[in-house]
């Protein structure tokens, strides 16, 4: 079952870029995230160890200008294998993830290398049915090569993958399309703009 995938308007008003161009993570911008949010429109968020609390989003969402992406990267807790507490934590991270409303961009989902494609399978069917009662998000995964053609097979999109939607991890350069490319530091997005 292929999933759809939620409309989302890219451009930042007076912005002709598709692709948005933001950093992993705000912590060490000169300014912190005040400053961050006057530079760059999206930002990619490490939920990777733990959710946020409640406070704090909504800390970042009213501070976020209108147009400003939140995405985030999550979460070590996953297993992918379905159960009962992965179903918990899925949902859990998704409407955390949710909180952010209009101002969300997309989740980026690490599927470590050992993960076989039976369980794979059957992990989807969960994430599926978890997005069925939550609705539509924008989800890529980055995931390792022999579960690609399955997570494609069943409409899932690929970090660093052509698409409809891009999510792009330190490119060389930023193509033509719609989406996200978070840089890893400033000196790798100065060398893409650059190229």
Request: glycine content about 10%; cysteine-free.
């Amino acid at each position: 079952m292929a999933l759809k995938i939620p409309h989302l308007s890219l451009r930042r008003d007076g912005d002709p870029r598709k692709i948005l161009v933001g950093l992993q993570g705000y912590r060490g911008f000169p300014g912190g995230f005040k400053a961050y949010r006057q530079v760059f429109p999206t930002v990619e968020l490490s939920w990777w160890h733990r959710l946020p609390d409640e406070r704090t989003l909504g800390r970042l969402e009213a501070l976020a200008p209108p147009g400003f992406l939140f995405s985030a990267l999550g979460h070590k807790h996953l297993t992918f294998r379905p159960s009962g507490e992965e179903r918990r934590t899925l949902r859990r991270f998704l409407r955390r993830f949710r909180r952010f409303g209009e101002k969300r961009g997309a989740v980026r989902l690490l599927v470590p290398q050992g993960v076989e494609e039976g369980a794979m399978a059957l992990w989807l069917d969960l994430l599926e049915a978890v997005l069925e009662e939550l609705g539509p998000f924008p989800l890529f995964f980055q995931a390792p090569e022999p579960l690609r053609p399955l997570l494609k097979a069943r409409g899932h999109l690929l970090v660093n993958e052509e698409g409809p939607l891009l999510y792009l991890l330190d490119p060389p350069g930023l193509p033509e399309g719609e989406g996200f490319a978070y840089f890893s530091s400033s000196q790798a997005l100065a060398q893409a703009l650059h190229s």
